[in-house]
């Protein structure tokens, strides 16, 4: 694994748009794995500042999202489909057909699945996986169980991780209780991972994860099995680490 050492969530997104930006200009018919979330929210402002500067061309590129609550349609401003038109496919020239996401609205959960799989194969495969990491360790929708789910399913989420979303919803009935998620296998075959992380309060589920044993309890540390992953973390999120992780 490969720790970048970012000063502040301005320059996690810097360096992480960088990278982003880099295997763009090099396979201009790129397969992106993309988040949601807060992480990446900075990242997807300079992607698409570069590309109105004129600097990247979506034109040829892929996208495939982790996850996406089951029940809520492109419409629902909730929805992950909604975040990701507005916070950067509404901003960048990505095709409209080449931008995959479960459809939370999907009448066969077994069926979407399958279909998502499908597509991500049909399009040779992810090259690079941006992922955030939740508090619990989950990342997509993988949250900590006995064992590693591995192709995209349909799952329950945890209380803290509906916790964690209530912050976006009026009230905390309305929020999603099920979400299909890529699997780990799935997330596990991107040729290249990138995580990014940011603030002190992930500082202790940074260390578990990947300085710790490699279990379903903490998802994430699959990622220590995998032969190309760049983690960008900023001073808060890597606080806990005591190794050296060079300069
Ligand atoms: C989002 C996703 C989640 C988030 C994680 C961190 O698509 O799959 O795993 O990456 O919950 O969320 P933030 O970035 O909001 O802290």
């Not at 694994?1 to 000063?7: G, S």
């Not at 699945?113 to 941006?130: F, H, P, S, T, V």
């Not at 044993?213 to 540390?221: F, G, I, W």
């Not at 032969?227 to 005591?242: C, M, P, Q, R, Y």
């Amino acid at each position: 694994m490969r720790f970048i050492k970012a000063a502040d969530y301005n320059d996690m997104s810097r360096k992480a748009a960088g990278i982003l930006a880099a295997s763009l200009i090099m396979k201009p018919g790129c397969v992106f794995g993309l988040a949601t979330g807060d992480s990446p929210l900075g990242t997807y402002g300079l992607l698409a500042d570069w590309y109105g500067g004129g600097d990247l061309d979506f034109s040829r590129a892929s996208a495939f999202n982790l996850d996406e609550y089951r029940g809520l349609g492109p419409d629902s401003d909730q929805s992950y489909r909604y975040f990701m038109e507005r916070n950067l496919f509404s901003k960048i020239n990505i095709k409209q057909e080449n931008r995959f996401i479960p459809d939370g609205l999907a009448a066969d959960p077994r069926a979407e699945c399958a279909r998502y799989e499908a597509a991500i194969e049909g399009c040779g495969g992810i090259d690079i996986q941006l992922l955030g990491i939740g508090l619990n360790g989950h990342i997509g929708f993988n949250e900590p169980a006995g064992e590693f789910c591995k192709d995209t399913h349909l799952t329950d989420l945890t209380e803290s991780t509906i916790e964690a979303n209530s912050r976006f919803f009026e009230r905390r009935e309305d929020v999603p209780i099920q979400a299909y998620t890529m699997g780990i296998r799935t997330i596990m075959r991107a040729r290249k991972i990138l995580l990014i992380v940011s603030g002190e309060r992930k500082a202790e589920i940074v260390e578990r994860a990947f300085f710790g044993a490699v279990a379903p309890e903490v998802p994430a540390s699959i990622l220590q099995f995998h032969n190309d992953v760049t983690i960008i973390g900023d001073d808060g999120a890597f606080s806990l680490i005591k190794q050296n992780l060079g300069d």
